[in-house]
């Protein structure tokens, strides 16, 4: 085969002038204008870049098939990347497509709440004026009674209906607006506010008797032991048990405790509480001089309140959160059987 000093008419033994200076005869011989063609002025481009690189012995198929080689392959990814880009283009689409129907259906849902709130302040406007008109209906009633020599008459009889209708009318919207009130809240998030050690609280809770209707009764408890430390969360075992727990005493003697299943506990120190507790506190037992009471969601409930509060406040005792990261950090470990305290 050809070699490029043969297509040049070089050696080895040629410096880099003479070199130049053969290609320069051969280009003016096979220039297109002087008879010759543009294929043969590449080949000689080429076979002078090779010569003068000091590749002048390799053969010129090689170095034609390599470039071939390498213009198919560049091809292929050119191929490939235009099957990507009709594959993005398409998911894109899609997406886009998925965008406009969530934000439609919030579209709705916004729609839908704003109807069901202007339905309340209709049916409250409704209930207001109904109790006008049965308080007006009252005291025609009262001044028609305090004449006892006058007759039953058919207006009196008109007057008692009347009264009859508006109070049930009264009854039926007061249950609507107390049903769509429970329901709104429900799917209402809880917002907690943490407060302070040092800021001075005024809270207004709602509060509820522990009676019957809202005990949930639970027949044991694991006693938890009792500490002199205030305000600083420590690692315990329930008394008599491997089951370990974290826990924060008040200044009252009142506990706040956290176990393994994540669930937040108050001890609530009889001695020195009310009877009445916030409604997100669930009583379940008795536990010593100790009302048990679960708090399943509202203030106290997550890790988060406690890591982002200097200290919350639960049924007026005032429990810090010093201590709480290291300890529930401990406890975690603990309860996946990796250390023990």
Not at 90 to 111: M, N, T
Not at 142 to 156: C, F
Not at 277 to 299: C, E, K, M, T, W
């Amino acid at each position: 085969m050809t070699t490029f000093h043969e297509l040049l008419g070089t050696d080895d033994r040629c410096s880099i002038v003479e070199i130049k200076k053969r290609y320069r005869q051969l280009s003016i011989k096979l220039h297109p204008d002087k008879g010759g063609s543009q294929a043969l002025m590449q080949m000689l481009s080429m076979a002078y870049q090779q010569v003068s690189k000091g590749n002048g012995n390799k053969k010129c198929s090689d170095i034609i098939l390599i470039n071939e080689q390498s213009s198919g392959r560049q091809r292929q990814q050119l191929a490939d990347l235009k099957k990507q880009i009709v594959v993005i283009t398409q998911e894109k689409v899609q997406l886009q497509v998925l965008f406009d129907s969530y934000q439609r259906k919030a579209e709705q849902v916004l729609c839908d709440e704003k109807s069901k709130q202007q339905t309340l302040v209709l049916l409250q406007a409704t209930n207001h004026s109904l109790n006008e008109q049965l308080v007006l209906l009252r005291r025609q009633v009262e001044v028609g009674s305090t004449n006892v020599s006058l007759p039953v008459t058919k207006d009196k009889k008109q007057y008692i209906v009347m009264i009859c209708v508006v109070l049930i009318i009264i009854t039926l919207v007061s249950w609507f607006i107390w049903h769509y009130q429970t329901q709104h809240q429900q799917s209402q998030p809880v917002t907690v506010t943490a407060v302070p050690i040092a800021a001075q609280v005024t809270n207004v809770k709602v509060i509820q008797p522990t009676t019957i209707e809202n005990v949930d009764v639970i027949n044991h408890v694991d006693k938890i032991m009792m500490m002199d430390t205030v305000g600083s969360w420590q690692q315990r075992y329930y008394e008599g048990t491997r089951q370990p727990y974290i826990a924060v005493r008040s200044l009252n003697g009142s506990y706040i405790v956290k176990d393994c299943q994540g669930t937040f506990s108050y001890y609530s120190n009889r001695s020195h509480n009310t009877t009445h507790v916030p409604v997100n506190l669930i009583f379940s037992a008795n536990d010593r001089q100790f009302a048990v009471y679960r708090i399943p969601y509202g203030n106290g409930s997550s890790d988060q309140q406690w890591l982002d509060s200097y200290s919350v406040s639960i049924n007026n005792n005032i429990f810090s959160n010093h201590g709480y990261k290291s300890s529930a950090l401990a406890l975690a470990a603990v309860c996946n059987n990796t250390v023990p305290f």
